[in-house]
């Protein structure tokens, strides 16, 4: 009951700006996860950056179950299984980032290029459906929410991770 699992991976590749990175971008997300990303937008325009509001800017994937697994794995061996202790988050979730997408096992495309990646870790434990079910539901207990140290430690135990300063 009080073991911790992921919940979901949700891996971001933000391009800054709509057209062809952006179908480039959604191309690598789609071809890493065998799912169709969905597109964010612009919160509000930044003229340094010619990005407007409401413009469409990053691919987001959301992974559940044994393939996210399986990709943070992959993701955490270009970061060679080292992560800051600044990267966990008080809830108990964890992010990090890539710079290069072909570092993940993807063929090189000249045509695509090459894309960095967030990748943002959500854990939980048995019973969590209770806060959010329709029938009888109820409140969490404080011994069910996850912290920074029971994240950091499931990190280290069941990947296998490193924890830097």
């Known amino acids: 009951m009080r073991d911790i ?6 891996i971001n590749c933000c391009t800054g700006e709509s057209g062809d990175p952006l179908a480039k971008a959604t191309r690598v997300l789609k071809g890493l996860t065998d799912q169709e990303p969905f597109h ?30 399986e990709l943070l794995e992959r993701g955490l061996r270009v970061k060679e299984n080292e992560l800051r202790r600044k990267n966990f988050s008080d809830s108990g979730n964890f992010g990090f980032g890539i710079e290069e997408h072909i570092d993940l096992g993807l063929k090189y495309d000249p045509s695509t290029g090459i894309f960095g990646m967030d ?28 912290t920074k140290e029971d994240a950091m430690e499931w990190f280290q135990t069941e990947l296998g991770g490193t924890l830097l300063r």
């Open 5 to 10: 699992k992921i919940e979901k991976l949700v």
């Open 40 to 69: 964010s937008k612009a919160r509000f325009t930044v003229r340094s950056f010619n990005i407007k509001r409401n413009e469409k800017i990053a691919a987001i994937v959301t992974i559940r179950g044994e393939k996210a697994r």
């Open 119 to 146: 990748f943002y870790v959500v854990l939980t434990r048995a019973g969590k459906r209770v806060k959010t079910r329709k029938y009888r539901r109820s409140n969490v207990g404080k011994s069910q929410k996850i």
